[in-house]
């Protein structure tokens, strides 16, 4: 989940403000005499990309994130047995750590990965000055601590639904004993056949559960590392992939450095024979042996302008474009004149993402499943206009969501129409006046119906973007009579308030790891509350019909099925969906290889970067 904010330290600041001062005098110049300064040619010196999260990463323990940021940077450590081809489009599943796809049983219950040997971990302490080779049990290990309680793992609900045989009863064990995790128990579901094989029971069809060996659940930890850091843990990422963390300032600045363990590997990605833009990637660096960077820089900038004026001063390699900077990078959807003037490259595409506002649905004010809460919730969602939002904050990239389904997943349908983008201010104060939230005091706020103060806490970062979201529902709510108070706090600190069920309204977003739309559905399935379903929704028949969907091929009748638990959100509203976001970056023209995909944040061993000398 993303849709959070950092901060940034004193002595950064100032930097990065002495840096605005510069740059706009510079850019001021060049836009006035029409002439931008050509890049300096390529050197010789190392490989470096160099870029901006504009929000804080949470840690580095693929069992405990669950935030886009700290996933990119956790993807290029830490590796699954699978990944995403980079440009193949439709998507397409590859071997990664695994020597080819998995084995899969007919019934979809039995998957077998067997490994490439030759795969090492970086060089940590724990290791006791040995090389540690990846083998078969370190992936069962990891499979294992999503279900650990004591971590709270973000990815336990997907895992849990998938039933993998034995796991449930090894977690309930340390759930009703008291006592620590048992990882040393033999499970059915999870077998190390010999060192480079392992074996993934299930107790139920999963047509899509290859997937999950993509994704970052499944990657390998080692235990060593695990048991030498404890709970320091998420601080000391040691993995297999071509990156190793180097340098960490807190919420400032991460830098990531070329493993020298990672295995003799070479570029071969596959794009479709039409893709002429992917064709062109795959012949510049076919064959080249990877990771192609040398050195990862990532900064934490929070405000938007400095993080704009630092990448036309070239101090970072690609950029997501600001929503305020989006028309003076590409006015009417092309990259200016001035821009391509000095050879940057334009990406642009609809994300699978959406951004959404979740309602406590065991808080006393806006939760609960009776005809008056739902109707406050809906009241909520008709009042805030989402075509607004996509107009005025973020500069027309974006679409309206009409539910928490996002682009490129199997359930989303682009003409699907529900309730959750329209916008109604009339029908909104209908609503509330029918159930009994009216203005008793002649204050222009409502009250609850049984006369109580109506105060609705919306909790939200203490940074200029979002109170630019704050003030346009201070607007619509303030219009059907309703009251705000905003809370304020970083989103590391919201994200522990929320999973415990302490935040009455949050903003956030999702963006989908996979191409299907289960885990977006367990954003609202019961038994994953306070983990992925933050908002605490708890309905029988949404679980029934998420459960249904689990176990049948992708075809008409799950779409069906998935089609009716949206309607059930839409009914209820635990949450409203705001948008798909479009995605505008730019990236200096001595970056090679880039090309966004829909799922994957592993693509850093196969880009390139070339900075030109100071």
Known sequence: MSVRRGALNMSARRGLLELAFAVTVTAVLGLATGVAAAPSAVSAAPHVLRYAFP???TGFDPAQISDDYSMEIVSNIFESPLTYDYLARPIQLKALTAAALPEVSADFREFTVRLKPGSYFADDAAFNGRPRELVAADYVYALKRNFDPRLKSPNYANLQGEKILGMEALRSAAVKSGRPFDYDTPVAGLQVLDRYSFRIRLGRSSPRFVHTLAHLSS????????ERYG???????????????????????MVLVRNPNFRESYYDEQPA???????AIALQMKGRRLPLL??????????????????LANDFDTV??????????????????????????????LRSDVVFTYFNMEDPVVGGYSPDRVALRRAIALGYDNEEEIRQLRKRLAIPAQSILVPNTFGYLPDFKSEMSEYNPARARALLDLFG??????DGWREQPDGSPLVLEFHTQPDGGSRQFNELWLKHMKAIGLRLAFKHATWPEQLKMARAGKLMIWLLSQTATSPDAEALLKMAYGPSKGEDNLGRFDLPAYDRLIEQTLVLPDGPERQALITAALRLLTAYMPMKAHVHRIRLRLSQPWVTGYQPHPFSSNFWRLIDSQPPAP
């Open 55 to 57: 929000i804080a990463e």
């Open 437 to 442: 939230y009216v203005d008793r005091d002649g």
């Open 294 to 311: 040398d050195r990862v820089e990532v900064s934490i900038v929070t405000e938007t302008q400095p993080q704009w004026l630092a990448f």
């Open 219 to 226: 990657a390998a930890v080692a235990r060593e590392v695990v």
């Open 273 to 279: 024979a039409d893709d002429a833009a992917g064709q």
């Open 231 to 253: 709970d320091t843990l998420m601080e000391h990422p040691v993995g297999t992939g071509a990156f190793r963390l180097s340098e960490w300032r807190r919420s400032s600045k």
């Open 320 to 349: 997501a474009v600001p929503y305020d900077f989006a028309n003076l990078a590409a006015p009417g959807g092309h990259l200016a004149p001035n821009l391509a003037k000095r050879g940057m490259l334009m990406h642009q595409g």
